[in-house]
T-cell receptor, first 117, second 112 residues
């Protein structure tokens, strides 16, 4: 079945550094990718939607200069958390889809746990 | 607006017990409905889905029926196992290119 690979799975870094998370579709072309954020014991909140070759659409309240999203190819989207601070520590999950029909599923990556010290 | 409300957890059951996790939704039009499962430290896996009224989604012994009249999509399993311990999310979306709206999640723990 379709697989979405997310890398790294866990990252710990110092406050003030930038962290890049990759989301790859391994066996299909992902025309649309989504980035979610999940705080401990809470639900997933959509951060942004990205379509290949165009600028990402951010949800209300998400700082686009803080969370840079690039979807340069049909198999790769990246989320860069710039100048990360402890409050950015969270579980980030991407999903990807190859079509627009109702039956086209969204495939989720395994998530990236980001810890900012 | 569109939203999903599911029963709060945690839910703790003994092995082989019957499980129901309630989910209701508010939406305009006719969304597809989903249940996702998240095991500790992992991402989300699609458990089952239903795309129109009266459809029943099923997988791994779990079932849920799309009830338009009650705007519900309750998750059921006749006999739970320890391996079913996870967080379950009810969700809706309108198309594959649209965002998924998740419920708050229900943590399920099964005692041996």
């Amino acid at each position: 079945g379709a697989v979405v690979s997310q890398h790294p799975s866990w990252v710990i870094c110092k406050s003030g550094t930038s962290v890049k998370i990759e989301c790859r579709s391994l066996d299909f072309q992902a025309t649309t990718m989504f980035w979610y954020r999940q705080f401990p014991k809470q639900s997933l909140m959509l951060m942004a939607t990205s379509n290949e070759g165009s600028k990402a659409t951010y949800e209300q309240g998400v700082e686009k200069d803080k969370f840079l999203i690039n979807h340069a190819s049909l198999t790769l989207s990246t989320l860069t958390v710039t100048s990360a601070h402890p409050e950015d520590s969270s579980f980030y999950i991407c999903s990807a889809t190859s079509g627009t029909g109702l039956d086209q599923p969204q495939h989720f990556g395994d998530g990236t746990r980001l810890s900012i010290l | 607006g569109n939203s999903v409300t599911q029963m709060e957890g945690p839910v703790t059951l003994s092995e082989e017990a019957f499980l129901t996790i309630n989910c209701t939704y508010t939406a305009t039009g006719y969304p597809s409905l989903f249940w996702y499962v998240q095991y500790p430290g992992e991402g989300l896996q699609l458990l089952l889905k239903a795309t129109k009224a009266d459809d029943k989604g099923s997988n791994k012994g779990f079932e849920a029926t799309y009830r338009k009249e009650t705007t519900s999509f309750h998750l059921e399993k006749g006999s739970v196992q320890v391996s079913d311990s996870a967080v379950y999310f009810c969700a809706l979306r309108y198309s594959s290119a649209s965002k998924i709206i998740f419920g708050s999640g229900t943590r399920l723990s099964i005692r041996p």
